[in-house]
């Protein structure tokens, strides 16, 4: 088959009404659309094999040919424009035939089984509406690609039809191009990049086995398990793309999950974790009873006991040490209703404003610096906004392994003339794709973004417009910024003073410039400032307030956006409003007097803990033994609790080390309720399991303790749509969102009433504040981490594609497998200095303490400069981060730590 591609834009981009005839009906249609569109919309079903709605139409299968009057030859319906007065056939005797003729053919070497043990695969219901079935002498061919090394990806090429639909979709959808067409004709077969498909460049994103129509790709769980009798459409569990999914259980298990090819947010695509990473949820060691430890040990209790045993406790807390000495920590891994418990019950039922969450040590300064700055600490586009991106620019992100949807998409669109400019000290493999990339020290981001500000200030790139009518304060800035000349960062960042200009220029001129930004920008002493000079450009060269611009951090988990919108932050309330601006209205709401004092943050919680100041801390679904910095620090202060309750699916190290009663709580899989995503989207999550063992809901377990605790007038709810009817009441941005409306698709706020259509793109007029925003004069405080004779190489830390944080669910799945331990990354002639070999195990060692782990020599990395994951408890690289904090928000630097590296004797 040849294939023959027809873009989108060759097709008529006009709207125009017309009218054609399908089958001698009369059907009114646009232009701009193919005849299959036409023909299926108007209900009429053309068989095809190589179509698929997310890839461009190629006509190679050649089944969904039509007959068009006046016209000799027949046309696919696929790849022809509708055109008005057309008369289409579309299955005539003559077509059916060809139909037939075309299968039977597919089928010559075809082996006989699968259309009986598939039945549902869709070449094999073509088979059988046509009835042809693979004759009885059928000789598969032998020689072609088989392979079951890969725990997600069986490959059996002998049911190929070579409609090129995998190698397609991994090209256009996933940009990766693993899949190979070797031979022409009727001998051509499809091979990936490597030997077998582990050692291929695969990533495992599952979306050729998706699209594959005959099952030659196909997912190892169906295969194993049997295809899913019941589908249930939810939101991913991991990261803060917030992927929509249909999740297909069979027997009370998950076997299969797909994407839902609707969904605004990843149409149709996942990754190798929301797509594969689900067995966590079936792991043998998840606990599924509630335990309390009494002298060292654990032992089971009832719900009645737990429950009972934590209210008691907390009381007696409360009455001797007062409420300012407990801290609950919300989980960005739950959803928005439970998160709006859990502040809720801190500064309801217990009186305290020391609540937190894990967006504490992530994007607290992105919240922070873009309230000051733009008056709404959020993403201000959306994704939607990346194809309408002239430049894209991508400071500290390394979105194509942590935001994997998003990164295909920015992938893509560089792909297809975008520029990119990549901030971020490693080569990753968006800096591989990128326009130019600014490879600076670790720390250096503020003096980076200042040069790039003083260019578009000094060579007259910036929007005038945009400043006179929106900006204030611009000369102030214009006379600060012309210090911060290209030379003079190039000495503190390492990026010449060329490549600097070059990016203002791009990112200033190849408008409209969309920012993204991850925790290179945030993880650092200098995190909020850093935020903000990104919101300097973007203001300097008006990109805000249109499509494809503005500053859009990606956020980290599924929910993390919502659970410190929801207030699990001590010093705002539901809606990111102040504590001060709220009280009064959420003291009538909740019949409470609202704690005065200023609440603690979660490193604040720590440092109050060491003091013995802090005396319980009630921990929902987040790690921090595993995943706070300093970890020797933490340990001991989390020794010095009398309380800790923990709140997970599993014993994660926090509970084991430290908790004294563990409450089991369930899935997202196993619970309803709505996520926030990375671009303000609430999106609905669906219950597709019963709740494992005797685990519960986070909602049910928090109210319960809220009512033994005497406050069921607060906690009287009954589902998580009566907690969110409550949150849309309290907060005015997000009163238009109903569960009714979320049924269809996820809104975006502000969306202040039910007729509102929710807001993809803010500050199109004006900003919260008023009409203008302010530039920031951001000076540079270097972080006082620096190298010396006895720490000479300088670490940064975070993370890769197929684990997650601290790999409490990832590596409860076969994702395991596809990356076993932590690496430390290292160059090439930096391991020759020091004689080392990838795989071999060090002892790492920073200020603060020693881990050994293993190396892996990779280009990626700068001489003197190393990488590391922090995803392996048993390696515990946060042993090795200090205790510096962002001057605003106190998030830690988890970014920049000088370390040493020695060799450990043979073993
Ligand atoms: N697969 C996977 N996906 C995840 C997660 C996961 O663990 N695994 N975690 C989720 C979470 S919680 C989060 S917050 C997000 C994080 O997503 P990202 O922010 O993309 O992740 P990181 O790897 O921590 O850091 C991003 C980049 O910052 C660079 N960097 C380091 N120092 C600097 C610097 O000084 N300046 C600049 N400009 N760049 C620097 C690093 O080299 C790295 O490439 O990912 C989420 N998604
Ligand atoms: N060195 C280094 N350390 C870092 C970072 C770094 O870049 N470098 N990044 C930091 C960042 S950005 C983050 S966000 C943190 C992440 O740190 P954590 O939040 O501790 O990491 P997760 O792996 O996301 O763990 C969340 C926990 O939630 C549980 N869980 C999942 N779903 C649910 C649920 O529905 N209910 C309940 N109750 N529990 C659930 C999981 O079992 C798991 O134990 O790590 C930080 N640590
Ligand atoms: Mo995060």
Not at 151 to 171: E, G, H, K, Q, S
Not at 244 to 266: C, F, H, K, W, Y
Not at 647 to 669: T, W
């Amino acid at each position: 088959m040849s294939v023959a591609v027809q873009t989108p834009s060759q097709l008529s981009s006009a709207t125009d009404s017309l009218r054609v005839g399908i089958n001698g009906k009369p059907v009114d249609t646009s232009a701009g659309r193919t005849i299959l569109d036409v023909c299926r919309s108007a209900g009429v079903a053309i068989p095809t094999l190589c179509h698929d709605d997310r890839l461009k139409s190629c006509g190679a299968c050649r089944l969904c040919l039509v007959h068009l009057k006046g016209r000799p030859n027949l046309v696919t319906a696929c790849s022809t424009p509708i055109a008005a007065g057309m008369e289409i056939e579309t299955h005539t005797a003559e077509i059916e035939a060809t139909r037939r003729t075309l299968l039977e053919l597919l089928t010559a070497n075809y082996p006989t089984e699968p259309p009986q043990t598939f039945p549902d695969k869709p070449f094999h219901r073509l088979l059988r509406d046509y009835g042809v079935s693979p004759p009885a002498t059928t000789a598969p061919h032998a020689a072609r690609f088989r392979d079951h090394t890969h725990p997600y990806l069986a490959v059996d090429m002998t049911r190929c039809v070579t409609c090129f639909r995998c190698l397609r979709i991994c090209n256009e959808l996933q940009g990766q191009s693993v899949w190979h067409a070797l031979h022409r004709g009727a001998d051509t077969t499809i091979v990936p990049d490597g030997p077998t498909m582990l050692t291929s460049s695969c990533v495992s994103c599952g979306a050729c086995a998706d699209t594959c129509p005959t099952g030659a790709i196909e997912d190892q769980s169906v295969l194993h398990r049997g295809a899913p009798t019941r589908w249930t459409r939810t939101t991913c569990p991991y990261c803060g793309v917030g992927c929509e999914m249909n999740v297909g259980t069979r027997d009370r298990q998950i076997v299969q999950i797909r994407p839902a090819l609707d969904s605004p947010v990843n149409k149709g695509h996942l990754c190798v974790k929301g797509r594969y990473a689900f067995d966590f949820v079936h792991s043998p060691d998840r606990v599924t009873e509630p335990m309390i430890r009494e002298h060292g040990t654990w032992r089971t209790a009832s719900w009645d006991e737990a429950t009972a045993f934590v209210a008691t406790r907390l009381r007696q807390i409360v009455e001797e040490h007062g409420a300012h000495s407990i801290g609950v920590l919300g989980s960005a891994r739950g959803t928005n209703e439970e998160n709006y418990l859990a502040q809720k019950f801190a500064r309801v039922v217990l009186g305290t404003n020391n609540v937190d969450c894990c967006a504490r040590v992530c994007h607290a300064p992105t919240a922070a610096g873009m309230k000051r700055t733009l008056g709404t600490g959020a993403a201000t586009n959306s994704f939607d906004d990346i194809e309408h991106a002239r430049t894209i620019l991508a400071c500290g992100s390394n979105a194509t392994e942590a935001h994997p949807i998003l990164g295909a998409r920015i992938r893509q669109a560089a792909m297809h003339g975008a520029t990119l400019i990549v901030i971020d000290p490693r080569e990753t493999e968006l800096a591989r794709l990128a326009t130019v990339h600014l490879a600076l020290h670790p720390g250096t981001n503020v003096p980076l973004l200042n040069a790039l500000a003083n260019v578009i200030v000094t060579e007259n790139l910036y929007d005038a417009t945009a400043i006179r009518e929106r900006i204030a304060d611009a000369e102030a800035f214009f006379a600060f910024i012309r210090e911060w000349t290209p030379e003079r960062a190039a000495k503190l960042t390492g990026v010449p003073a060329e490549r600097i200009r070059a990016a203002a220029r791009l990112y200033a001129t190849q408008s409209p410039s969309m920012c993204f930004h991850g925790l290179g920008a945030t993880e650092h002493t200098q995190g909020t400032d850093g935020v903000m000079c990104l919101v300097n450009l973007a203001l300097l060269t008006g990109n805000f307030g249109k499509p494809g611009s503005g500053v859009n951090p990606l956020r980290g988990q599924n929910n993390v956006q919502g659970s410190a919108h929801m207030g699990c932050e001590p010093s705002h309330l539901t809606g990111y409003v102040s504590v001060d601006d709220g009280r009064a209205a959420f003291e009538s709401i909740w019949n409470t007097t609202l704690p005065r004092d200023r609440g603690l943050n979660l490193m604040e919680m720590i440092d109050a803990a060491a003091a013995g100041q802090l005396k319980a801390l009630w921990a929902i679904g987040y790690d921090i033994a595993h995943t706070n910095p300093n970890a020797s620090a933490t340990r001991q202060a989390l020794h010095a609790l009398d309380l800790i309750i923990v709140q997970d699916l599993f014993m994660n190290k926090l509970a084991r080390e430290h908790a004294h009663v563990f409450l089991p709580a369930c899935s997202s899989f196993e619970k309803d309720g709505t996520f926030m995503n990375s671009e303000r989207r609430v999106q609905r999550i669906r219950q597709a399991l019963e709740p494992t063992g005797n685990s519960r809901p986070d909602w049910i377990i928090i109210r319960d303790i809220a009512r033994a605790m005497g406050r069921g007038d607060q906690f009287d709810f009954h589902s998580p749509g009566g907690i969110w009817d409550e949150i849309r009441s309290v907060w005015n941005a997000g009163s238009g969102i109903s569960y009714a409306r979320l049924e269809s698709a996820g809104l975006q706020w502000p969306c202040p009433d039910e007729q509102h259509p929710g807001t993809p793109i803010l500050h199109t007029t004006s900003f919260p504040y008023g009409a203008r925003a302010a530039l920031q004069r951001v000076e540079f405080h270097a972080t006082p981490e620096n190298i010396d004779e006895k720490y000479p190489l300088l670490l940064t830390t975070g993370r890769s594609l197929f684990q997650f944080n601290a790999g409490t669910m990832t590596n409860r799945t076969p994702n395991a497998s596809l990356r076993a331990t932590d690496t430390l990354d290292i160059s090439p002639s930096d391991a020759q200095t020091m004689e080392l070999v990838t795989g071999e195990r060090i002892c790492l060692s920073s200020r603060r303490g020693s881990i050994e782990m293993p190396v892996r020599i990779t280009e990626n990395v700068k001489p003197g400069e190393l990488f590391a994951t922090f995803h392996s408890e048993d390696i515990a690289l946060n042993e090795l981060i200090g205790a510096l904090r962002d001057s605003v928000t106190s998030t830690p630097e988890y970014k920049v730590v000088a370390v040493r590296i020695d060799k450990l004797p043979p073993s």
